[in-house]
């Protein structure tokens, strides 16, 4: 991360009472080790002009820095060179005199080419010695450096320390009231922002010289500028990434979701709103295994389902299942899965386990376990054409209803290998035989079932038993409802 914290030879132009008055011309970034540079209608050019061992007098004797810059409104020449012991010793090779020598060279060349402001970075301050430092700097600032770049070449230092150092540099350099002070803050570590701040924080210059200023920086475009970053450059934000990666805004635990439902600034020290970012939920809550009662209870009422506390307590129960294989519970997944638990007819059959094989070399397997009305389990085995096929026939051994399967089909109700899926089946019955209402023509009730899981077999077989629920609810409706009528015409008769 760069920063040039001032970047006008004369502080005091930064000061502005007008918020509305026209800001000055942004930086921008040009090097001259580039083709012919092109024409800038605006904005403040800056080049380097590298030091190295066998490059360093080509550097700054061959004028091709300056014409990069000649179109600028506001032109800078940018030049550095390693200040550090170890880059002094191992990659320049010269003493702490020579580099001093050359960078008072580079400078003052720099500004005979007309150049109104040269910045001078050491490179790797982080770790150079403090007196040397201070030598050096006003050794540049008495050859005309205008701007002192102050860097963290290797992101080394904490934010403590960079913002003393700066202080130091600030408290010992002789002339130095007279430079703009910048930096530049790597990221190794992860710590660049904090690291730029404490830089401000050392230099004392908000109210000081920036009192009134107005940047016109909208930070309702934060969310939308990183997703262009993002597209442009084909590389993707780090989900944990502070303000703009995906779970900045984000709640999954528990204890976060019950305090953001109370209250939203229980956990969130600015609103998503004020970076441009527009959340599916009101309150940024992620379902996941985490989540307790509180919070899912309110994403059902969210969706518009209002179920009783029975019915939700069956609900979660399966839901801590999904949950528990899933990083994420989607809405998608909610819905499919009070279809599944929640609105059914009175439950015969229930699905106490499924174990399913399968492969090239011969017919699938499969092993059901089911949970009759009566509290008993029962156990079958069955194979067939395919692990699905092969559970519905050990089903089929249990119950002992005949069935027709007249329709089956799967969908997938999110994205991602961990997806849930829906199941629906149609059956029609021996037992199922029905009148038309309107016509009186006798015909084959179907009935329908639907299922979802992460496992395509336990989907499957949970939408066919939810269908032969269906199917047993009917039968025992019209058996009951023979019984009355066989009981009431005795009466009758009698």
Known sequence: MASSLLSSPKPSSFSSANPTSTPRPRAQTLSPFRAAAPRFSHGLATAAAAANPSASRRCYHRAFARPAVRHARRPRIHTFIATS?????????????????????????????????????????????????????????????????????????????????????????????NAIISTHCQNDLGLATANTLAVVMAIKCRRELLGGL????????????????????????????????????????????????????????????????????????????????????????????????????????RYKEVAEKKKRVTDEDIEALLSDEIFQPKVFWSLADVQATCGTLGLSTATVKLIGPDGDEKIACAVGTGPVDAAYKAVDDIIQIPTVLREYSMTSVTEGIDAIATTRVVVTGDVSDSKHALTG??????????????????????????????????????????EVSESQRVQTTE
């Open 214 to 317: 107005y940047t016109g920086i909208n930070t309702q475009h934060i969310t939308m500028s990183s997703k262009m970053v993002q597209e442009h450059s084909g590389l993707h934000v780090q989900p944990h990434k502070a303000i703009v990666g995906a779970n900045a805004f984000a709640h999954e635990s528990g204890i976060h979701q019950d305090g953001m439902l109370k209250y939203k600034g229980t956990y969130e020290i600015i609103s998503p709103d004020d970076i441009g970012l527009t959340r599916a939920n009101e309150f940024g809550i992620v379902l996941g295994k985490l989540s307790g009662r509180h919070a899912v209870r309110s994403k059902l009422v969210e969706l518009g389902y209002e179920i009783t506390d029975k019915e939700f307590e069956d609900f979660f129960k």
């Open 441 to 482: 023509h006798s015909f084959n009730r179907a009935f329908s079932g639907s299922g979802a899981a992460l496992d395509i077999v336990v989907s499957s077989v949970r939408a066919y038993l939810s269908a032969l629920n269906k199917m047993s609810s009917f039968v025992g409706a019209i058996k009951a409802s023979s």
């Open 85 to 177: 012991e170890i880059h002094m010793q191992h990659k320049l090779r010269k003493t702490p005199e020579q580099v001093v020598a050359i960078a008072k060279e580079m400078v003052a060349y720099a500004r005979s080419l007309g150049c109104p402001d040269v910045e001078f970075s050491p490179e790797d301050a982080g770790r150079s010695n403090r007196e040397f430092l201070y030598h050096i700097l006003e050794e540049v600032i008495k050859a005309g450096a205008t701007t002192l770049n102050i860097p963290d070449t290797v992101g080394y230092t904490l934010p403590y320390e960079f913002g003393k150092l700066i202080a130091d540099i600030k408290a010992n350099t002789p002339g130095i009231e």
